[in-house]
Protein backbone atom coordinates (compact mmCIF):
# COMPACT_ATOMS: atom_id res chain seq x y z
CA UNK A 1 0.00 0.00 0.00
CA UNK A 2 2.98 2.11 1.13
CA UNK A 3 4.34 1.76 -2.55
CA UNK A 4 1.06 3.31 -4.52
CA UNK A 5 1.14 6.81 -2.41
CA UNK A 6 2.95 9.53 -1.92
CA UNK A 7 5.69 9.57 1.33
CA UNK A 8 4.70 11.92 4.37
CA UNK A 9 5.95 15.24 5.24
CA UNK A 10 8.49 14.81 7.83
CA UNK A 11 7.33 14.54 11.52
CA UNK A 12 3.87 12.91 10.10
CA UNK A 13 3.62 9.16 9.74
CA UNK A 14 1.26 7.48 7.36
CA UNK A 15 0.72 3.58 6.29
CA UNK A 16 2.19 0.79 8.21
CA UNK A 17 1.64 2.04 11.99
CA UNK A 18 -1.66 1.52 14.26
CA UNK A 19 -2.94 5.16 13.99
CA UNK A 20 -1.51 7.50 11.22
CA UNK A 21 0.31 10.71 13.12
CA UNK A 22 -0.22 14.48 11.51
CA UNK A 23 0.97 17.54 12.53
CA UNK A 24 -0.16 18.72 15.61
CA UNK A 25 0.00 15.29 17.13
CA UNK A 26 -3.62 14.21 15.49
CA UNK A 27 -4.04 10.65 15.61
CA UNK A 28 -6.34 9.00 13.15
CA UNK A 29 -6.97 4.92 12.58
CA UNK A 30 -10.09 2.78 11.49
CA UNK A 31 -10.58 -0.68 11.04
CA UNK A 32 -13.57 -3.03 10.03
CA UNK A 33 -15.23 -5.89 11.43
CA UNK A 34 -17.13 -8.24 8.84
CA UNK A 35 -19.92 -10.41 10.24
CA UNK A 36 -18.57 -14.26 9.83
CA UNK A 37 -14.89 -12.95 9.42
CA UNK A 38 -14.36 -11.00 12.57
CA UNK A 39 -17.20 -12.07 14.46
CA UNK A 40 -19.92 -15.21 14.73
CA UNK A 41 -22.98 -14.21 15.77
CA UNK A 42 -24.02 -17.55 17.15
CA UNK A 43 -21.64 -16.74 20.40
CA UNK A 44 -21.79 -12.92 20.48
CA UNK A 45 -24.79 -10.18 20.46
CA UNK A 46 -24.89 -7.05 18.23
CA UNK A 47 -24.07 -5.29 21.34
CA UNK A 48 -20.60 -6.87 21.70
CA UNK A 49 -19.82 -6.59 17.93
CA UNK A 50 -20.63 -2.27 18.44
CA UNK A 51 -18.74 -2.70 21.61
CA UNK A 52 -15.67 -4.46 19.88
CA UNK A 53 -15.48 -2.18 17.08
CA UNK A 54 -14.71 0.97 18.92
CA UNK A 55 -12.54 -0.82 21.06
CA UNK A 56 -10.06 -2.53 18.44
CA UNK A 57 -9.69 1.13 16.97
CA UNK A 58 -9.14 2.86 20.37
CA UNK A 59 -6.70 -0.17 20.91
CA UNK A 60 -4.87 1.59 18.19
CA UNK A 61 -4.61 4.73 19.83
CA UNK A 62 -3.29 2.99 23.27
CA UNK A 63 -0.78 1.63 21.04
CA UNK A 64 0.97 5.00 20.48
CA UNK A 65 0.41 6.07 23.48
CA UNK A 66 -2.74 8.56 22.89
CA UNK A 67 -5.92 9.44 24.36
CA UNK A 68 -9.34 9.59 22.29
CA UNK A 69 -11.12 12.31 20.91
CA UNK A 70 -14.00 11.22 18.85
CA UNK A 71 -14.89 8.01 16.54
CA UNK A 72 -17.53 7.35 13.65
CA UNK A 73 -18.73 4.45 12.61
CA UNK A 74 -20.37 3.44 9.01
CA UNK A 75 -22.90 0.23 9.15
CA UNK A 76 -23.87 -1.79 6.44
CA UNK A 77 -26.82 -3.69 7.76
CA UNK A 78 -28.65 -6.19 6.23
CA UNK A 79 -32.70 -6.57 5.63
CA UNK A 80 -32.87 -9.47 8.31
CA UNK A 81 -31.23 -7.32 10.67
CA UNK A 82 -32.72 -3.94 10.29
CA UNK A 83 -34.29 -3.96 13.63
CA UNK A 84 -31.29 -5.05 15.66
CA UNK A 85 -29.01 -1.46 14.27
CA UNK A 86 -30.30 -0.04 18.12
CA UNK A 87 -28.62 -2.96 20.06
CA UNK A 88 -25.56 -2.63 17.43
CA UNK A 89 -25.16 1.59 18.54
CA UNK A 90 -25.90 0.70 22.08
CA UNK A 91 -23.35 -1.44 22.13
CA UNK A 92 -21.12 1.78 20.82
CA UNK A 93 -22.55 4.16 22.93
CA UNK A 94 -21.85 2.03 26.14
CA UNK A 95 -17.86 1.35 24.80
CA UNK A 96 -17.93 5.22 23.89
CA UNK A 97 -18.68 5.75 27.42
CA UNK A 98 -16.15 3.51 29.14
CA UNK A 99 -13.57 4.73 26.55
CA UNK A 100 -14.44 8.53 27.07
CA UNK A 101 -14.21 7.89 23.05
CA UNK A 102 -17.62 9.70 21.81
CA UNK A 103 -19.42 8.74 19.10
CA UNK A 104 -19.91 11.53 16.81
CA UNK A 105 -20.89 10.60 13.68
CA UNK A 106 -21.95 7.98 11.42
CA UNK A 107 -23.76 6.48 8.01
CA UNK A 108 -26.25 3.39 8.00
CA UNK A 109 -26.68 1.55 4.94
CA UNK A 110 -28.32 -1.15 3.75
CA UNK A 111 -26.69 -3.91 2.18
CA UNK A 112 -26.37 -7.63 1.75
CA UNK A 113 -23.05 -7.85 4.43
CA UNK A 114 -23.58 -6.69 8.43
CA UNK A 115 -20.12 -4.41 8.23
CA UNK A 116 -19.29 -2.00 10.90
CA UNK A 117 -16.13 0.25 9.89
CA UNK A 118 -15.34 2.41 12.68
CA UNK A 119 -12.86 5.40 12.89
CA UNK A 120 -11.03 7.06 15.89
CA UNK A 121 -9.00 10.47 16.15
CA UNK A 122 -6.91 10.90 19.24
CA UNK A 123 -4.33 13.15 20.80
CA UNK A 124 -0.45 11.85 20.92
CA UNK A 125 1.21 12.25 24.02
CA UNK A 126 3.03 15.58 24.53
CA UNK A 127 6.58 13.02 24.04
CA UNK A 128 5.34 12.36 20.54
CA UNK A 129 3.53 8.86 19.08
CA UNK A 130 5.35 5.82 20.07
CA UNK A 131 6.02 3.93 16.89
CA UNK A 132 6.90 0.37 15.74
CA UNK A 133 10.04 1.80 14.20
CA UNK A 134 11.87 2.49 17.42
CA UNK A 135 13.21 -0.66 18.98
CA UNK A 136 16.79 -1.09 20.12
CA UNK A 137 19.29 -3.47 20.91
CA UNK A 138 19.34 -3.43 24.86
CA UNK A 139 15.40 -2.57 24.92
CA UNK A 140 13.56 -4.92 27.41
CA UNK A 141 10.60 -6.52 26.06
CA UNK A 142 7.17 -5.77 28.09
CA UNK A 143 2.94 -6.90 27.49
CA UNK A 144 0.52 -5.29 29.78
CA UNK A 145 -2.31 -7.85 31.47
CA UNK A 146 -2.17 -12.10 30.30
CA UNK A 147 -2.59 -13.38 26.71
CA UNK A 148 -4.44 -16.11 25.06
CA UNK A 149 -7.28 -15.84 26.83
CA UNK A 150 -9.90 -14.58 23.56
CA UNK A 151 -8.31 -17.59 21.72
CA UNK A 152 -9.33 -19.86 24.49
CA UNK A 153 -12.75 -18.70 24.47
CA UNK A 154 -12.82 -19.50 20.60
CA UNK A 155 -11.50 -22.67 20.70
CA UNK A 156 -14.11 -23.80 23.79
CA UNK A 157 -16.85 -22.76 21.52
CA UNK A 158 -15.68 -24.20 18.51
CA UNK A 159 -15.44 -27.48 20.18
CA UNK A 160 -18.78 -26.95 21.35
CA UNK A 161 -18.10 -26.18 25.31
CA UNK A 162 -18.94 -23.41 27.15
CA UNK A 163 -15.88 -20.95 28.12
CA UNK A 164 -15.98 -19.48 31.80
CA UNK A 165 -17.36 -15.91 31.62
CA UNK A 166 -14.08 -14.29 32.07
CA UNK A 167 -13.11 -15.91 28.88
CA UNK A 168 -16.12 -14.93 26.82
CA UNK A 169 -15.33 -11.71 28.36
CA UNK A 170 -11.98 -11.76 26.43
CA UNK A 171 -13.47 -12.47 23.08
CA UNK A 172 -16.43 -10.25 23.26
CA UNK A 173 -15.46 -7.36 25.49
CA UNK A 174 -11.98 -6.74 24.96
CA UNK A 175 -11.06 -3.38 27.09
CA UNK A 176 -8.54 -1.26 25.29
CA UNK A 177 -5.30 -0.38 27.21
CA UNK A 178 -5.43 3.58 26.95
CA UNK A 179 -3.84 4.02 30.44
CA UNK A 180 -1.27 1.43 30.30
CA UNK A 181 -0.64 2.91 26.63
CA UNK A 182 -0.07 6.21 28.33
CA UNK A 183 1.89 5.20 31.19
CA UNK A 184 4.56 3.15 28.41
CA UNK A 185 4.65 6.29 26.18
CA UNK A 186 5.54 8.40 30.00
CA UNK A 187 8.26 5.84 30.93
CA UNK A 188 10.48 6.28 27.59
CA UNK A 189 8.34 2.92 25.86
CA UNK A 190 10.73 2.91 22.61
CA UNK A 191 8.59 1.11 20.38
CA UNK A 192 4.68 -0.19 20.73
CA UNK A 193 2.33 -2.05 19.04
CA UNK A 194 -1.34 -3.90 20.42
CA UNK A 195 -1.59 -7.61 20.58
CA UNK A 196 -4.83 -8.48 17.81
CA UNK A 197 -2.97 -10.34 15.30
CA UNK A 198 -0.88 -12.45 18.05
CA UNK A 199 1.65 -11.78 20.22
CA UNK A 200 4.26 -13.51 17.28
CA UNK A 201 2.79 -11.90 14.68
CA UNK A 202 2.81 -8.58 16.20
CA UNK A 203 6.26 -8.19 17.84
CA UNK A 204 7.56 -9.06 14.32
CA UNK A 205 5.91 -5.97 13.42
CA UNK A 206 8.03 -4.32 15.60
CA UNK A 207 10.91 -6.19 14.89
CA UNK A 208 10.44 -5.60 10.94
CA UNK A 209 10.47 -1.96 11.52
CA UNK A 210 12.73 -1.34 13.92
CA UNK A 211 15.48 -3.38 12.15
CA UNK A 212 16.19 -5.41 15.25
CA UNK A 213 16.01 -9.11 16.79
CA UNK A 214 14.72 -10.35 19.94
CA UNK A 215 15.08 -13.12 22.73
CA UNK A 216 11.95 -14.11 24.35
CA UNK A 217 11.27 -16.39 27.62
CA UNK A 218 8.67 -18.88 26.97
CA UNK A 219 8.29 -19.16 31.10
CA UNK A 220 7.92 -15.08 31.76
CA UNK A 221 4.60 -14.99 29.12
CA UNK A 222 2.12 -14.14 31.11
CA UNK A 223 -1.08 -16.64 29.93
CA UNK A 224 -4.91 -15.87 30.95
CA UNK A 225 -5.86 -18.37 32.97
CA UNK A 226 -7.02 -21.29 30.94
CA UNK A 227 -5.14 -20.49 27.86
CA UNK A 228 -1.47 -22.38 27.11
CA UNK A 229 1.41 -20.90 25.95
CA UNK A 230 0.48 -21.55 21.96
CA UNK A 231 -2.76 -19.50 22.88
CA UNK A 232 -0.63 -16.74 24.19
CA UNK A 233 2.03 -16.51 21.60
CA UNK A 234 -0.08 -16.85 18.69
CA UNK A 235 -3.73 -16.33 19.48
CA UNK A 236 -5.00 -13.03 18.57
CA UNK A 237 -7.91 -10.61 19.70
CA UNK A 238 -6.34 -9.50 23.20
CA UNK A 239 -5.93 -6.15 22.67
CA UNK A 240 -3.17 -6.07 24.91
CA UNK A 241 -0.10 -4.08 24.44
CA UNK A 242 3.25 -4.82 23.65
CA UNK A 243 6.23 -2.36 24.07
CA UNK A 244 9.89 -2.14 24.13
CA UNK A 245 11.53 0.09 26.93
CA UNK A 246 15.48 0.72 28.18
CA UNK A 247 14.56 1.50 31.84
CA UNK A 248 12.65 -1.06 33.55
CA UNK A 249 12.15 0.63 36.70
CA UNK A 250 11.07 3.66 35.29
CA UNK A 251 8.44 1.44 33.61
CA UNK A 252 7.52 0.23 36.82
CA UNK A 253 7.32 3.58 38.41
CA UNK A 254 5.28 5.01 35.58
CA UNK A 255 2.61 2.32 36.19
CA UNK A 256 2.48 2.50 39.75
CA UNK A 257 2.15 6.13 39.48
CA UNK A 258 -0.94 5.86 37.13
CA UNK A 259 -2.80 3.06 39.44
CA UNK A 260 -2.01 -0.13 36.75
CA UNK A 261 -1.26 -3.21 37.16
CA UNK A 262 2.56 -3.42 36.02
CA UNK A 263 3.41 -5.11 32.72
CA UNK A 264 5.19 -8.20 32.48
CA UNK A 265 9.49 -8.15 31.33
CA UNK A 266 8.94 -11.42 28.90
CA UNK A 267 12.52 -10.52 26.86
CA UNK A 268 15.18 -7.99 25.29
CA UNK A 269 15.73 -7.07 21.96
CA UNK A 270 18.97 -8.13 20.27
CA UNK A 271 21.09 -6.38 17.86
CA UNK A 272 21.59 -9.57 16.05
CA UNK A 273 18.45 -10.25 13.96
CA UNK A 274 18.17 -13.58 15.31
CA UNK A 275 14.18 -14.29 16.95
CA UNK A 276 14.71 -16.81 19.72
CA UNK A 277 12.15 -18.23 21.97
CA UNK A 278 13.55 -19.77 25.24
CA UNK A 279 11.50 -22.80 27.02
CA UNK A 280 12.50 -26.03 29.15
CA UNK A 281 13.00 -27.77 25.55
CA UNK A 282 15.77 -25.37 24.26
CA UNK A 283 15.96 -22.63 22.12
CA UNK A 284 13.64 -22.27 18.96
CA UNK A 285 13.12 -20.01 16.32
CA UNK A 286 10.01 -17.17 17.48
CA UNK A 287 7.86 -17.74 14.31
CA UNK A 288 6.57 -14.47 13.42
CA UNK A 289 2.98 -16.31 13.19
CA UNK A 290 -0.22 -15.13 14.30
CA UNK A 291 -4.24 -15.80 14.38
CA UNK A 292 -5.76 -15.67 10.80
CA UNK A 293 -9.25 -14.31 11.46
CA UNK A 294 -12.05 -16.41 10.84
CA UNK A 295 -14.27 -16.06 12.58
CA UNK A 296 -14.07 -15.01 16.49
CA UNK B 1 -29.44 7.99 16.13
CA UNK B 2 -29.18 11.31 18.22
CA UNK B 3 -31.46 10.04 21.10
CA UNK B 4 -29.52 6.96 22.20
CA UNK B 5 -26.68 8.87 22.56
CA UNK B 6 -25.62 11.95 24.73
CA UNK B 7 -25.63 15.17 24.32
CA UNK B 8 -22.68 16.96 22.52
CA UNK B 9 -20.76 19.59 24.89
CA UNK B 10 -21.64 23.50 24.28
CA UNK B 11 -19.64 24.42 21.11
CA UNK B 12 -19.80 21.28 19.73
CA UNK B 13 -21.79 19.39 16.84
CA UNK B 14 -22.61 15.85 16.54
CA UNK B 15 -24.55 13.12 14.72
CA UNK B 16 -26.96 15.15 12.17
CA UNK B 17 -25.21 17.37 10.20
CA UNK B 18 -22.96 16.61 7.27
CA UNK B 19 -19.78 16.40 9.63
CA UNK B 20 -19.08 16.56 13.04
CA UNK B 21 -17.76 19.34 14.78
CA UNK B 22 -15.69 18.85 17.48
CA UNK B 23 -13.62 21.40 19.92
CA UNK B 24 -11.03 23.22 18.37
CA UNK B 25 -12.86 23.32 14.71
CA UNK B 26 -11.71 19.52 13.65
CA UNK B 27 -14.32 18.19 11.64
CA UNK B 28 -15.34 14.18 11.27
CA UNK B 29 -17.08 12.79 8.74
CA UNK B 30 -17.41 8.65 7.90
CA UNK B 31 -19.48 7.48 4.46
CA UNK B 32 -19.54 4.06 3.05
CA UNK B 33 -20.01 2.50 -0.39
CA UNK B 34 -21.55 -1.03 -0.56
CA UNK B 35 -20.99 -2.65 -4.46
CA UNK B 36 -24.72 -3.13 -5.77
CA UNK B 37 -26.41 -0.42 -3.78
CA UNK B 38 -24.47 2.77 -4.03
CA UNK B 39 -22.18 1.78 -7.36
CA UNK B 40 -22.57 -0.67 -9.95
CA UNK B 41 -18.71 -2.22 -11.62
CA UNK B 42 -21.00 -2.91 -14.63
CA UNK B 43 -21.04 1.03 -15.44
CA UNK B 44 -18.17 2.19 -12.96
CA UNK B 45 -14.61 1.22 -12.65
CA UNK B 46 -13.02 -0.07 -9.31
CA UNK B 47 -10.55 2.99 -9.75
CA UNK B 48 -13.91 5.12 -9.79
CA UNK B 49 -14.85 3.96 -6.88
CA UNK B 50 -12.13 4.52 -4.87
CA UNK B 51 -12.05 8.55 -6.49
CA UNK B 52 -15.96 8.53 -5.54
CA UNK B 53 -15.39 7.18 -1.88
CA UNK B 54 -13.04 10.10 -1.27
CA UNK B 55 -15.28 12.56 -3.54
CA UNK B 56 -17.90 12.11 -1.14
CA UNK B 57 -16.48 12.23 2.31
CA UNK B 58 -14.79 15.32 1.35
CA UNK B 59 -17.93 16.76 -0.25
CA UNK B 60 -19.48 16.52 3.56
CA UNK B 61 -16.16 18.45 4.43
CA UNK B 62 -17.26 21.22 2.01
CA UNK B 63 -20.93 21.63 3.06
CA UNK B 64 -19.39 22.61 6.27
CA UNK B 65 -16.91 25.71 4.74
CA UNK B 66 -14.04 23.24 5.28
CA UNK B 67 -10.57 21.93 4.28
CA UNK B 68 -9.72 18.65 4.22
CA UNK B 69 -6.62 17.14 6.75
CA UNK B 70 -6.60 13.68 5.92
CA UNK B 71 -8.63 10.33 4.95
CA UNK B 72 -8.39 6.63 6.31
CA UNK B 73 -10.07 3.49 4.52
CA UNK B 74 -11.39 0.48 5.35
CA UNK B 75 -11.77 -1.77 2.58
CA UNK B 76 -14.12 -5.12 2.19
CA UNK B 77 -12.89 -6.82 -0.50
CA UNK B 78 -14.15 -10.31 -1.96
CA UNK B 79 -11.56 -13.23 -2.59
CA UNK B 80 -12.71 -12.71 -6.63
CA UNK B 81 -11.80 -9.14 -6.22
CA UNK B 82 -8.43 -9.37 -4.56
CA UNK B 83 -6.51 -8.56 -7.84
CA UNK B 84 -8.43 -5.37 -8.15
CA UNK B 85 -7.07 -3.62 -4.35
CA UNK B 86 -4.28 -2.00 -6.39
CA UNK B 87 -6.87 -0.37 -8.80
CA UNK B 88 -9.20 1.01 -6.16
CA UNK B 89 -6.19 2.22 -4.20
CA UNK B 90 -5.10 3.99 -7.40
CA UNK B 91 -8.48 5.84 -7.83
CA UNK B 92 -8.30 6.68 -4.03
CA UNK B 93 -4.66 8.09 -4.27
CA UNK B 94 -5.46 10.10 -7.34
CA UNK B 95 -8.56 11.69 -5.81
CA UNK B 96 -6.42 12.17 -2.30
CA UNK B 97 -4.02 14.27 -4.67
CA UNK B 98 -6.75 15.93 -6.57
CA UNK B 99 -8.59 16.99 -3.51
CA UNK B 100 -5.54 17.64 -1.23
CA UNK B 101 -7.15 15.23 1.39
CA UNK B 102 -4.44 12.93 1.90
CA UNK B 103 -5.07 8.97 2.47
CA UNK B 104 -2.69 8.10 5.64
CA UNK B 105 -4.05 4.30 6.49
CA UNK B 106 -6.22 1.80 6.52
CA UNK B 107 -7.25 -1.60 6.81
CA UNK B 108 -8.45 -4.23 4.51
CA UNK B 109 -9.70 -7.37 5.19
CA UNK B 110 -11.65 -10.12 3.01
CA UNK B 111 -15.11 -10.15 2.65
CA UNK B 112 -18.43 -11.36 0.96
CA UNK B 113 -19.46 -8.10 -0.54
CA UNK B 114 -17.15 -5.03 -1.49
CA UNK B 115 -17.37 -2.02 1.33
CA UNK B 116 -15.34 0.96 0.53
CA UNK B 117 -15.97 2.89 3.87
CA UNK B 118 -13.73 6.34 4.27
CA UNK B 119 -13.54 8.63 7.30
CA UNK B 120 -12.23 12.58 7.20
CA UNK B 121 -10.73 14.89 9.23
CA UNK B 122 -10.96 18.77 8.19
CA UNK B 123 -10.32 22.25 9.68
CA UNK B 124 -13.49 24.08 10.17
CA UNK B 125 -13.19 28.03 8.64
CA UNK B 126 -11.91 30.49 10.71
CA UNK B 127 -15.45 32.26 10.95
CA UNK B 128 -17.01 28.71 12.41
CA UNK B 129 -18.47 25.26 10.58
CA UNK B 130 -22.00 26.14 8.30
CA UNK B 131 -24.57 24.27 9.92
CA UNK B 132 -27.43 22.81 8.48
CA UNK B 133 -29.69 24.88 11.25
CA UNK B 134 -29.05 28.38 10.80
CA UNK B 135 -31.19 29.26 7.59
CA UNK B 136 -33.48 32.82 8.34
CA UNK B 137 -36.08 34.23 6.96
CA UNK B 138 -35.17 36.37 4.39
CA UNK B 139 -32.18 34.50 3.46
CA UNK B 140 -31.50 33.61 -0.50
CA UNK B 141 -30.80 29.93 -1.40
CA UNK B 142 -28.39 29.14 -3.58
CA UNK B 143 -26.69 26.23 -5.29
CA UNK B 144 -23.14 25.60 -7.07
CA UNK B 145 -22.78 24.35 -10.75
CA UNK B 146 -25.59 22.40 -12.37
CA UNK B 147 -28.25 19.69 -10.60
CA UNK B 148 -29.56 16.34 -11.99
CA UNK B 149 -26.26 15.39 -14.38
CA UNK B 150 -25.48 12.00 -12.40
CA UNK B 151 -29.37 11.11 -12.71
CA UNK B 152 -29.43 11.87 -16.09
CA UNK B 153 -26.46 9.40 -16.59
CA UNK B 154 -27.63 7.03 -14.38
CA UNK B 155 -30.93 6.25 -16.04
CA UNK B 156 -29.38 6.66 -19.58
CA UNK B 157 -27.01 3.80 -18.21
CA UNK B 158 -30.55 1.83 -17.07
CA UNK B 159 -31.88 2.32 -20.44
CA UNK B 160 -29.02 0.39 -22.30
CA UNK B 161 -27.74 4.28 -23.65
CA UNK B 162 -24.49 5.14 -23.55
CA UNK B 163 -24.68 8.93 -21.87
CA UNK B 164 -22.34 11.56 -23.37
CA UNK B 165 -18.61 11.41 -21.52
CA UNK B 166 -19.34 14.52 -19.52
CA UNK B 167 -22.91 12.94 -17.62
CA UNK B 168 -20.50 9.74 -16.89
CA UNK B 169 -18.08 12.53 -15.47
CA UNK B 170 -20.71 13.48 -13.08
CA UNK B 171 -22.19 10.11 -11.78
CA UNK B 172 -18.26 8.24 -11.68
CA UNK B 173 -16.01 10.73 -10.87
CA UNK B 174 -18.19 14.01 -8.61
CA UNK B 175 -15.69 16.32 -7.70
CA UNK B 176 -16.57 18.01 -4.14
CA UNK B 177 -16.97 21.75 -4.09
CA UNK B 178 -14.18 22.71 -1.05
CA UNK B 179 -13.52 25.94 -3.06
CA UNK B 180 -17.31 26.79 -3.33
CA UNK B 181 -17.64 25.93 0.30
CA UNK B 182 -14.81 27.91 1.58
CA UNK B 183 -16.13 30.52 -0.52
CA UNK B 184 -19.85 30.59 1.19
CA UNK B 185 -18.25 30.18 4.75
CA UNK B 186 -16.59 33.55 4.13
CA UNK B 187 -19.33 35.26 2.42
CA UNK B 188 -21.35 34.97 5.85
CA UNK B 189 -23.57 31.09 4.63
CA UNK B 190 -26.32 30.88 7.55
CA UNK B 191 -26.60 26.86 6.34
CA UNK B 192 -24.93 24.35 3.85
CA UNK B 193 -25.66 21.08 2.85
CA UNK B 194 -24.23 19.03 0.29
CA UNK B 195 -26.74 17.29 -2.22
CA UNK B 196 -26.23 13.95 -2.37
CA UNK B 197 -29.56 12.58 -1.73
CA UNK B 198 -31.43 14.92 -4.42
CA UNK B 199 -31.77 18.68 -3.89
CA UNK B 200 -35.38 18.22 -2.56
CA UNK B 201 -34.31 15.60 -0.03
CA UNK B 202 -31.28 17.76 0.96
CA UNK B 203 -32.78 21.17 1.05
CA UNK B 204 -35.82 19.47 3.76
CA UNK B 205 -32.95 18.62 5.71
CA UNK B 206 -32.12 22.52 6.07
CA UNK B 207 -35.68 23.52 6.58
CA UNK B 208 -36.16 20.91 9.24
CA UNK B 209 -33.10 21.67 11.07
CA UNK B 210 -33.80 25.37 10.53
CA UNK B 211 -37.75 25.87 11.38
CA UNK B 212 -38.34 27.38 8.30
CA UNK B 213 -40.31 27.24 5.45
CA UNK B 214 -38.55 28.18 1.57
CA UNK B 215 -39.81 29.29 -2.15
CA UNK B 216 -37.89 27.69 -5.00
CA UNK B 217 -38.31 29.20 -8.59
CA UNK B 218 -38.19 26.52 -11.05
CA UNK B 219 -37.13 28.63 -13.80
CA UNK B 220 -33.49 29.85 -11.70
CA UNK B 221 -32.72 25.84 -11.22
CA UNK B 222 -29.66 25.49 -13.00
CA UNK B 223 -30.35 21.90 -14.81
CA UNK B 224 -27.23 20.00 -16.35
CA UNK B 225 -27.34 19.83 -19.83
CA UNK B 226 -29.03 16.08 -20.81
CA UNK B 227 -30.93 16.44 -17.86
CA UNK B 228 -34.34 16.98 -16.98
CA UNK B 229 -35.97 19.74 -14.04
CA UNK B 230 -37.09 16.57 -12.69
CA UNK B 231 -33.65 15.04 -12.33
CA UNK B 232 -32.11 18.36 -11.20
CA UNK B 233 -34.64 18.54 -8.24
CA UNK B 234 -34.89 14.78 -7.22
CA UNK B 235 -31.97 13.30 -8.70
CA UNK B 236 -28.81 12.70 -6.29
CA UNK B 237 -25.08 12.08 -6.56
CA UNK B 238 -24.51 15.87 -7.93
CA UNK B 239 -22.15 16.96 -5.10
CA UNK B 240 -22.83 20.07 -5.31
CA UNK B 241 -23.71 22.59 -2.00
CA UNK B 242 -26.73 24.05 -1.24
CA UNK B 243 -26.45 27.16 1.12
CA UNK B 244 -28.02 29.94 2.49
CA UNK B 245 -27.17 33.76 3.08
CA UNK B 246 -28.44 36.97 3.48
CA UNK B 247 -26.24 39.25 1.08
CA UNK B 248 -26.30 38.00 -2.56
CA UNK B 249 -23.66 40.89 -3.54
CA UNK B 250 -21.09 39.54 -0.76
CA UNK B 251 -22.04 35.92 -2.21
CA UNK B 252 -21.19 36.76 -5.48
CA UNK B 253 -17.62 39.06 -4.59
CA UNK B 254 -16.60 35.78 -2.16
CA UNK B 255 -16.38 33.35 -5.00
CA UNK B 256 -15.33 35.75 -7.83
CA UNK B 257 -12.22 37.15 -5.68
CA UNK B 258 -11.81 32.80 -5.56
CA UNK B 259 -12.09 32.83 -9.10
CA UNK B 260 -14.95 30.43 -9.19
CA UNK B 261 -17.92 30.77 -10.81
CA UNK B 262 -20.93 32.35 -9.16
CA UNK B 263 -23.87 30.20 -7.56
CA UNK B 264 -26.85 30.63 -8.77
CA UNK B 265 -29.77 32.06 -6.70
CA UNK B 266 -32.71 29.66 -6.66
CA UNK B 267 -35.43 30.90 -4.10
CA UNK B 268 -36.08 32.44 -0.48
CA UNK B 269 -36.38 31.51 3.04
CA UNK B 270 -39.52 32.56 4.49
CA UNK B 271 -40.50 32.30 8.17
CA UNK B 272 -43.91 30.43 7.17
CA UNK B 273 -43.38 26.57 6.96
CA UNK B 274 -45.08 26.12 3.38
CA UNK B 275 -42.44 25.07 0.87
CA UNK B 276 -43.67 26.01 -2.46
CA UNK B 277 -41.88 25.13 -5.96
CA UNK B 278 -43.12 28.07 -8.49
CA UNK B 279 -43.33 26.82 -11.76
CA UNK B 280 -45.30 27.95 -14.84
CA UNK B 281 -47.62 25.75 -13.91
CA UNK B 282 -48.56 27.62 -10.42
CA UNK B 283 -47.25 26.51 -7.51
CA UNK B 284 -46.79 23.49 -5.77
CA UNK B 285 -45.64 22.26 -2.44
CA UNK B 286 -41.98 20.86 -3.33
CA UNK B 287 -41.54 17.52 -1.90
CA UNK B 288 -38.79 16.75 0.53
CA UNK B 289 -38.15 13.53 -1.78
CA UNK B 290 -34.82 12.63 -2.63
CA UNK B 291 -33.16 9.48 -4.72
CA UNK B 292 -33.28 5.93 -3.18
CA UNK B 293 -29.48 4.89 -3.54
CA UNK B 294 -29.91 1.58 -5.69
CA UNK B 295 -27.44 0.96 -7.89
CA UNK B 296 -25.25 4.70 -9.56
New interface residues.
Partial sequence: ?RA???A?PPG?T??GDD??V?TGG?L?????M?D???FDRRWCTLADVGWKALAENCSDLAAMGGTP??A?????LPAELSGAG?AL??GL?VA??AFSC????????????L?V?V?V?GHAPATGAVLRSGARAGDNVFVTGALGGAKAALDQRRAGRDPAPELVARMVRPAPRLMEGAAAAAAGATAMIDISDGFGADLGHVLDQSGVGVRIVGACIPCHPGASLDDALFGGDDYELCFTAPDTDRVTRAFADAGLAAPTAVGSIGREPARVLVTDDGERELPARGWE?TVG
Fill in positions: VRLPPEWVAALLFATDAVGVHIAVVAVVDLDAATPLVGGDTTSGPTVSATH
